[in-house]
């Protein structure tokens, strides 16, 4: 027994201040009960008070422990001190809720109650002593986090001192930061309504962000930069005030901040402007952000400036998606045939191709308008207006058309006058394949759809052009007339010509091209003979040799069994090496909180607990344990609580990849939404072959079809060039006796 160590009767002992260290002694035994933990308990504010090793029994209440622990340090009113977890990444004061997080060898502190902390805290702020405002300030930006502490903060109206203090604009530097960051928390537990605050408080915080970057913290811009975010989502009647006193050219600046987070933060500033702005708004602000300054500060800084993390890279797609989203009106938008400004700009679609010789660059008149409209590919030459009555594309065909012959007259010209040299059945009607081209682009690039709540893929081509969605188009309607060119393909072929640009194009993006040469170059590789090669090597691998034979159906029966079973075991092996989710509860996100998942190796329960972005915690740092016999079942999809609700003034539309698990006993259930449909698969799969479910995703029959294919290819090695019947050999009759003859050599 170490020295200065008094072994007491009962359940508690107590350690000298000689012998006292942080980390807890060696425990002699094991401790078997469950719900027993053996922990050390301190006061940092009474050093000389020593500390006590207790055994924290979770069957006792929590108010009978703290009294206990008091008594042996003769305190009086228990009620007004509480037990508080002292690990680096764990401050949280200990209530019923948290206390399963409690574990062996843990060190406690005994410090006043959250109420009693609260209290103290206002006194301070209240008072006159600027050194006492500062210290509180600094306390107060810690402690803001934890639930318990701002729900008793904010009973006592501590939270419009908090308030008062940004209004009046007293505070600068640290004190400046603290009160954000205090706010920021407080905020985050939805304790408050966001329509508590007063367009004082949003101009004085509005201050700090048009400041210039280097005249004001970089915490405080952090926190201001939030703070006007979530009063753009969540205010019902405040969004005006911020749109009068920051705009996006007010805060693009801040991308040249070298802090990630407030890139961060100004790019999620800006899409909350962008969402809640009116179409006048949103034009304006778009032409601000397309700029060549403004792309240039953004691709220089942001993109190429650093790696970008999952966070940014969230706030890139969703501008991206927001950008985009401008022409889903004009896709939306029927023609009217009376309209004067169509009429002439279809009139000058006909003059560039058929009145402009560009050899001599000198102007012929046409003689036939009609004529000329039917070899455009116009399926009414007589009222070529009609043709874009149609949505979609609506009337963003006819725009990215006249952006083409404007911008790319050259290449306009050359593709429909070679379309004109065609013969009949070979023509590629240039109008018709330009209309289906912009709506296979628009379901390419989601345009109409909210952006996903888990989306991250962005592409920096597309922060790179004025006009990101009419290049795209110029590259991709030269691509069409050239792999039409290579299928040499008639009329009838439309719709496979079509599915191969598609093809073309998808394959290019996921490829991540950094500008429009890059993907010009990518995509023209890609040629219909590639394509060809491509789809063959995976049809190859998909079906496998002589996949259709009943000798080798036969054998995909036997063997199905062992691959159903390694499968089984590959999506265990996936939740036991745990994986780093986004936090949701039933209410919605957390925002820019994650935790970590990971299946226990006697696969009997889940562990998990609280991370950073960037963190991998093992399995011992994870303290907290679901076990699997508590968990009454799994849902997915429209099913689950947080998919329902709306986070930050969008409603979650990621569905497809949420799920939640529902304890037994009317728990909260707890949360999740995958960052893939490949992850969603995983998880799901694992858990309902852990709960004795079916595994039911299409992953599961992808890989099982890969593991029999090559499991099949492994045991025909030996077959290899013999020709396989497709039936078995007759079997020849018996002989007519077994009298066998042996020779003796």
Not at 618 to 624: F, I, S, V, Y
Request: net charge negative; charged share 25%; hydrophobic share 35%.
């Amino acid at each position: 027994m170490p020295t200065g160590m008094m072994k007491d009767p009962d359940r508690t002992s107590t350690m000298s201040t000689a012998s006292y260290g942080r980390t807890l002694p060696t425990t002699p035994k094991k401790n078997t009960d469950a719900n027993i933990k053996k922990v050390a308990v301190t006061m940092p504010e009474r050093d000389t008070a020593g500390g006590q090793l207790i055994e924290f029994d979770q069957k006792r209440p929590l108010e009978s422990i703290i009294q206990e622990i008091c008594e042996r340090w003769n305190l009086q009113d228990p009620s007004t001190y509480a037990l508080r977890f002292n690990e680096p990444d764990q401050k949280l004061y200990i209530t019923e809720k948290n206390r399963k997080d409690i574990r062996d060898g843990q060190v406690l502190n005994l410090t006043p109650s959250a109420a009693q902390t609260a209290e103290r805290i206002k006194s301070a702020l209240s008072g006159s002593r600027l050194e006492d405002k500062n210290a509180a300030l600094r306390q107060l930006s810690f402690l803001a986090s934890d639930i318990t502490f701002a729900e008793e903060f904010v009973k006592i109206r501590g939270h419009q001192i908090v308030i008062d203090i940004l209004t009046t604009g007293n505070f600068k530097g640290d004190s400046l930061a603290y009160t954000l960051k205090s706010f920021v928390c407080l905020m985050e537990h939805s304790i408050l309504s966001w329509d508590i605050l007063e367009p004082e408080f949003i101009k004085r915080v509005a201050d700090c962000v048009n400041v210039s970057a280097h005249h004001l913290d970089t915490s405080c811009l952090q926190s201001a930069l939030d703070i006007l975010e979530s009063v753009v989502l969540h205010c019902t009647n405040r969004q005006s005030v911020v749109e009068q006193v920051v705009t996006p050219v007010n805060v693009i600046p801040h991308l040249e901040s070298s802090s990630p987070e407030v890139q961060k933060n100004a790019i999620a500033l800006i899409n909350a402007l962008f969402t809640r702005a009116d179409e006048m708004k949103r034009k304006k602000i778009a032409e601000s952000l397309q700029s060549k300054s403004m792309r240039n500060v953004i691709l220089s800084n942001v993109i190429r400036g650093q790696i970008v993390g999952a966070g940014m890279a969230h706030e890139l797609y969703v501008l991206q998606m927001l950008l985009l989203n401008l022409n889903e009106d004009r896709m939306r938008m029927g023609v009217d045939p009376h309209d004067q400004m169509v009429l002439r700009e279809i009139e000058e679609l006909r003059r560039i191709a058929f009145d402009v010789d560009p050899n001599i660059n000198s102007v012929r008149k046409s003689q036939n308008a009609a004529e000329d409209y039917k070899k455009l590919g116009f399926e009414k030459a007589e009222s070529p207006v009609e043709d874009f009555a149609a949505v979609p594309p609506g009337l963003l065909a006819l725009d990215v058309m006249l952006y083409f012959a404007r911008n790319h007259w050259e290449n306009y010209v050359k593709v429909v006058l070679e379309n004109s040299t065609r013969v009949d059945e070979h023509v590629c009607p240039f109008v018709q394949a330009s209309k289906r081209l912009t709506q296979i682009l628009c379901e390419v690039l989601h345009i109409g759809d909210q952006p996903s709540e888990n989306g991250d893929t962005y592409y920096v081509m597309f922060f790179s052009h004025d006009k990101p969605f009419e290049e795209f188009f110029s590259i991709s309607i030269q691509l069409l007339n050239k792999t039409w060119r290579e299928m040499k393909a008639t009329t009838q072929d439309f719709a496979k010509v079509l599915e191969v640009v598609r093809e073309q194009i998808t394959r290019s993006l996921d490829l991540l091209p950094s500008s429009f040469e890059t993907f010009r170059s990518k995509v023209n590789s890609l040629t219909y003979n590639e394509i060809s090669k491509i789809r063959e090597n995976e049809r190859r691998e998909k079906e496998g040799q002589g996949a259709q034979l009943k000798p080798i159906i036969e054998l995909r029966e036997q063997i199905a069994p062992e691959i159903r079973e390694l499968v089984q075991q590959q999506r265990l092996n996936y939740l036991m090496a745990g994986t780093r989710f986004a936090k949701y509860t039933k209410d919605g996100k957390c925002k820019d909180k994650f935790w970590y998942w990971m299946l226990s190796h006697n696969c009997k329960a889940l562990h998990y607990g609280d991370c950073r972005e960037q963190d991998t915690p093992t399995l011992e740092q994870l303290t907290n344990k679901l076990p699997l016999a508590d968990i009454q079942k799994l849902v997915t999809g429209r099913e689950c609580p947080h998919v329902n609700v709306r986070d930050r003034g969008r409603r979650v539309t990621a569905f497809k990849v949420a799920f939640c698990l529902k304890p037994e006993l009317e728990k909260d259930p707890f949360c999740f939404m995958a960052s893939s449909e490949n992850e969603f698969d995983l998880w799901t799969d694992g858990l309902n072959y852990l709960l004795g479910n079916e595994m039911v995703s299409s992953q599961v029959k992808k890989d099982e079809e890969i593991l029999l294919s090559m499991e099949i290819k492994m045991r025909m090695l030996d077959t290899e060039g013999v020709a396989i019947p497709a039936e078995a050999p007759a079997i020849p009759p018996p002989p007519i006796n077994y009298n066998f003859a042996y020779l003796n050599l």
